[in-house]
């Protein structure tokens, strides 16, 4: 996997729409930054009420900004959810920062249009404290175990149910299936679901993400596998989506700590989750610990984050200060 | 028709080639020089002979510079010439410069070989005394009146045929058909022709445009018009060729000044015509010129570009410096 084949089919997606290539790839090359990382046709939530979505112009991960290109007489649509799209990966934009390039008729007005933009992307860059993109490390686990978390509103994926069991120390060289238990939390199995119609599942994972749903065709077997959820199996989850990658082939993108919601389970007739958090701790291989961890994260009485150095933790506390986060230091 | 439409339709003609979409848009955007025509899938002859063509990637007419992407696995594809690409406008790359960027599987590397060409084109650009790029002057045909010529190696294109007649003064406001006699020169008609099958005719334009050919599939309409144009009709053409606009539909290029070529025509059983320049005076209308020449240049005993100021005369000399064209000074 390489960067330039990711960039090359961001500018691509746009193809069909002259506009868009001609602002997406003038962004993209006036930036001119390989630590950059740049999503194009990103699907986000609009409205998690109503269920609708859009796709998004231009999406910076790193900086949680959105760029929409407005092109005369086209206004951004907005869709309902489709069974296409939740093969997708989709966004929490909620607290994305949103730009808009108006289309202008005119070679030199837009350029300048264009690059008043770039102007202000670069300025974030800057100013904030972001991870420099990189391919091959954002798609290893132990990225993740040496940091001591996985955070779901940084859209981490994973290439195999493998690499995401690895995240919490199974030490896995292969495996077949779409999860496995936690070899170090006996409440937790690790799960990688799709959530478009397959097979005889129909999961569904709610807009805000909140929430999702296990659902048998079968309806017997729904039942089996609820009560079987209810009273047998473990009560949380540590969950991947199966969405396609921006690369070709599907990859799983981290999506939280979801516990099971009884109550919601028997009004909906199956399986119901909730989540408990969007932070998860991760585990060395045999939860033997290289590094002396320097602190904890508890939220809502679970330990969210290990921290085994300052940097790490001063980035995670200045992006969540605003949370109810308490602090163990050791 | 504006810069934007343009540019943005050329970056989008790359759209199912995502290697050569990002390589032509990074130079676009980082050569960043609203002066500069760019072209790209631009038609070229790669061998007068065998009628062989090739879309060039991308193409700088004012430097008279392509630029070809290799791609991996991926050789640049030669055609014999069909009727859909008689319908384009193919241009003479023979003394052009060629550079070629090889496709490479990694981004900054990518950059790299993409930037270093950049430099070049603009280093070009910088020591060249080009015109710079203005849509609606190249259209309008009192810029060439002004200039005192037109040069058919600079693909100069016009709207309508109105326009076509008006670089040699007819002062048309409006005209039905596809030529007019010339005003001032009793040997030239002025035509635009289709060179692909339409109607009865099948005109044929070869591959170095030395010859053209007008063929009428009615055979005795044919021999009918070969006579009236061998006997009755003028002997010289300034022609203009039929081909699909980059702003969408079609315009008239300028391909050069022809005569009746006798012995081929009775030889092929259809008129044929060589070209005796690809330089052709223009004249103010009712050839009433309102400013004093400085200089004409004469080429095989004919007049084929007068000068009004010392400039343009420059430009010319520079440009043809290795012609056999003979001044006169004035």
């Known amino acids: ?37 740049m999503i194009t046709q990103q699907y986000i939530v609009r409205d998690v009420e109503t269920k609708t979505y859009a796709l998004a112009d231009i999406y910076f991960p790193q900086i949680n900004m959105i760029i929409e290109i407005d092109e005369p007489y086209h206004l951004t649509e907005e ?59 954002e798609y290893n686990p132990m990225t993740y175990v040496h940091r001591g978390y996985l955070d779901a509103t940084e859209h981490i994926a994973f290439k195999t149910v493998k690499d995401c069991c690895n995240c919490f120390g199974a030490g896995y060289k292969g495996l077949q299936g779409s999860g496995a238990k936690h070899k170090f939390q006996e409440a937790i199995d690790i799960k990688a679901l799709k959530f478009y119609p397959n097979a005889s599942w129909d999961n569904e994972l709610n807009a805000d993400e ?15 596998y609820m009560k079987k959820r209810l009273y047998e199996l473990r009560q949380e989850i540590a969950l991947f989506a199966h969405v396609r990658s921006e690369f070709g082939g599907f990859e799983y993108v981290f999506k939280g700590w979801y516990k099971v919601n009884q109550k919601r389970t028997l009004e909906l007739g199956k399986v119901c989750y909730e989540r408990v958090s969007t932070i998860m701790p991760t585990y060395f291989e045999g939860n033997q610990e290289p590094f002396e961890k320097v602190a904890k994260a508890i939220y809502n009485h679970r330990e969210i984050a290990f921290f085994y150095d300052e940097e790490e933790l001063h980035r995670f506390l200045e992006k969540y200060k605003k949370a109810e986060i308490t602090y163990e230091f050791i």
Chains 1, 2 share one sequence.
Do not use: G
């Open 1 to 37: 996997m390489k960067k330039y084949n990711f960039i090359k089919k961001q500018l691509s997606k746009t193809n069909k729409k002259n506009d868009e290539n001609y602002v997406v790839s003038r962004i993209w090359h006036l930036l001119n930054n390989p630590d950059v990382k």
């Open 210 to 224: 909140q929430f999702f749903t296990e659902y048998h065709t079968d309806s017997e077997f729904n039942t089996a």
């Open 79 to 137: 869709m309902v959810l489709s069974d296409s799209m939740r093969q997708h990966d989709i966004v929490q934009a909620i607290e994305c920062e949103v730009i808009r390039i108006k289309v202008i008729n005119d070679l030199q007005e837009m350029n300048e249009r264009i690059d008043s933009v770039v102007l202000h992307i670069r300025q974030r860059f800057e100013t904030m404290d972001y991870k420099v993109w990189d391919v091959e490390q």
